[in-house]
């Protein structure tokens, strides 16, 4: 079975403070790690993946198996920031495959 | 191009009745998803429909719940007899060849 936990629910942050969204997960093969935001009445959509080793918006996040994280980093958090948050985990990479996602974590960045 | 739609937007319901929710994917995506977003549950994944595949139904939570997918687009999932536990935000998604799942706004479903 895969699990991925968020063990946080909401991070309030000032602008320009480092952001770590932290993520674990449970899966005994080689998942595939996603983070996926929803801002403010809009659809969920994907921020970034592991595979791609991107950084989007200036978030960053490296999948370390050891661990078993895929945390998700900023070092100077914008207000535009302010989102849910939630990590994903397919058990195929580079494939379609369900998502198994976290509870989520709320980003608040105050001015 | 136009993004995954679901309709309707919002649906009340009497406890016992059933419902239909409907979702018209990205034309072409080969892959069709759908979720539950319940308040402190996150989201859960209920069915998934891959090209002609058997659908992966191991996300349903009952037999009240199911979902087709005729040829190969449009999606109906239904819950017959609905519960007040069945309020949720019901979402579709759509995807490709490589799993980047493109959300729809989803339908909130309030079960009174």
């Known amino acids: 079975a895969q699990r991925v936990t968020q063990p946080e629910k909401l991070l309030s942050v000032f602008k320009g403070a480092p952001v770590e969204l932290k993520c674990n997960y449970s899966y005994s093969g080689s998942p595939e790690l996603f983070w996926y935001v929803q801002y403010s009445r809009q659809r969920l959509q994907l921020l970034l993946r592991?595979?791609s080793r991107e950084s989007i918006k200036g978030f960053t996040a490296d999948l370390n198996k050891g661990e078993t994280s895929f945390h998700l980093k900023k070092p100077f958090a914008q207000e535009e920031d302010s989102a849910m948050y939630y990590c994903a985990l397919s058990a195929k990479t580079g494939a379609n495959s369900k998502l198994t996602f976290g509870k989520g974590i709320t980003l608040s960045v105050r001015p | 191009g136009a993004g995954v739609s679901q309709s309707p937007s919002n649906k009340v319901t009497e406890k016992g009745k059933d419902v239909e929710l409907r979702c018209d994917p990205i034309?072409?995506?080969?892959?069709l998803y759908w979720y539950r977003q319940s308040l402190g549950q996150g989201l859960e994944f209920l069915i998934y429909f891959q090209g002609n595949s058997a659908p992966d139904k191991s996300g349903l939570p009952s037999d009240r719940f199911s979902a087709e997918r005729t040829g190969g687009s449009v999606s109906t999932l239904t819950i017959q007899r609905t519960q007040q536990e069945d309020s949720a935000v019901y979402l579709c998604?759509?995807?490709?060849?490589?799993?980047?799942?493109?959300f729809g706004p989803g339908t909130r479903l309030t079960v009174l």
């Open positions: 592991h595979i």
């Open positions: 034309s072409g995506h080969t892959a």
């Open positions: 998604a759509s995807s490709l060849d490589r799993n980047e799942q493109f």
